[in-house]
């Protein structure tokens, strides 16, 4: 058995450096776009971080039709002000009707009344563009034909903690999704995206329903490209360590918080499916090193060796942080746990909301 789990521990580190080759990346100098793009920055507290974002929104070059609209999820915190002081056009989101989550919500706003948009971009208040980052996803939809891009911005991890998980979120979608294939139309399991910076085109946007087809999704990311897909779009994740940057969390409690409101659903699509995963997880990545002798060490090299190929790639950082692979596969599954937990018990909570999705 051993033998065996260190052998899906070498497959996964070979497809993550298939997949470090084959993994699209927007141009550094992309031709200027006759596209309408209408970016949307859905913010619930964000005025500590909001001004940075839309200075490098302002910053965009090679698109000249470009509209910033930031939606002011509820704040109590002056976002509202600081957008309009930065220049950019402030919409209010509804309180959440029954059934929807805020950030669908408020996403839904934004995208309201898009009518003489081709682009939509869905960028988080926390993310900081290159001045190239829009022009180029767009001329990565156009070169390949794809209707959704999701950039995944270079996570910043600075604690211990995050650096331990944080870089998981990579590393699974290399190791597990197969990018080529998943570019088609159909087969939505096989989707991987971050709302962090999200780029769609608006008819596809609207054919897959909007963010009204996702209205109770607490991924709603990944939900939306899933969506694209089943209507007939084609859309994968795509590399933008150059593009954009990001620190996700801050620290121990904001990273916990943050993985346990969405963990009972990432991994399996529902609680009892990412208790699956989770367990398969621990069971090729944990227990070989744990059990020790030549296919322990096998697997526990792979697995350092796949972390490495992904961080390397997306701009992680690679030394010593991949030595640490184990350990951060067995915190995700205790997040995980928790996760599960706290949905069965519907204590999930994240920005001041019970989350019921």
């Avoid at 070059?61 to 509820?74: A, C, E, K, M, S």
């Avoid at 087969?187 to 609207?206: H, I, K, T």
């Avoid at 121990?252 to 208790?275: D, F, R, T």
């Avoid at 944990?286 to 059990?291: G, N």
């Amino acid at each position: 058995m051993q033998g065996v789990l260190a052998g899906a521990a070498v497959a996964g580190a070979v497809h993550a450096a298939v997949n470090a080759r084959l993994l699209r990346t927007p141009p550094a100098d992309p031709p200027a776009t006759a596209a309408r793009v209408r970016v949307v920055v859905p913010a619930r507290d964000e005025a500590h971080q909001l001004g940075p974002c839309l200075d490098a929104l302002t910053g965009q070059t090679g698109v000249p039709r470009l509209d910033v609209v930031v939606v002011d999820d509820g704040s109590t915190d002056g976002t509202a002000a600081v957008a309009a002081a930065h220049g950019a056009r402030v919409l209010a989101a509804p309180p959440p009707p029954p059934g929807w989550l805020g950030k669908p919500n408020a996403c839904a706003r934004g995208a309201a009344e898009a009518d003489d948009v081709d682009v939509l971009v869905f960028v988080d208040a926390d993310v900081r563009l290159a001045p190239h980052a829009v022009a180029g996803a767009v001329a990565l939809l156009d070169a390949h034909r794809l209707d959704l891009v999701s950039p995944w911005p270079r996570q910043l991890a600075v604690t211990p903690v995050e650096r331990l998980v944080q870089p998981l979120q990579q590393w699974l979608w290399a190791t597990t999704l197969p990018l080529r294939l998943a570019e088609g139309p159909g087969r939505p399991s096989m989707a991987a995206a971050n709302g962090q910076f999200l780029v769609v085109r608006r008819v596809a946007y609207e054919r897959a329903g909007g963010h009204g087809a996702v209205r109770g999704e607490v991924l709603e990311d990944i939900a939306l490209l899933r969506a694209v897909k089943r209507s007939g779009g084609r859309g994968v994740v795509v590399d933008g360590s150059a593009s954009a940057r990001t620190r996700m969390y801050a620290g121990a409690a904001e990273l916990a918080a943050g993985y346990e409101k969405s963990l009972w659903s990432a991994l399996g699509g529902s609680p009892a499916g990412s208790i699956v995963a989770g367990a398969a997880l621990a069971a090729v990545w944990v227990l070989p090193p744990l059990a020790g002798g030549r296919a322990g060490l096998v697997g526990y090299l792979a697995g350092v060796a796949g972390r490495a190929a992904t961080a390397r790639r997306t701009g992680g950082r690679v030394w010593p942080d991949s030595l640490t692979h184990p350990l951060g596969v067995l915190a995700l599954d205790v997040l995980l746990v928790r996760s599960v937990l706290g949905h069965h018990r519907g204590t999930l909570r994240w920005r001041g909301r019970t989350l019921t999705g």
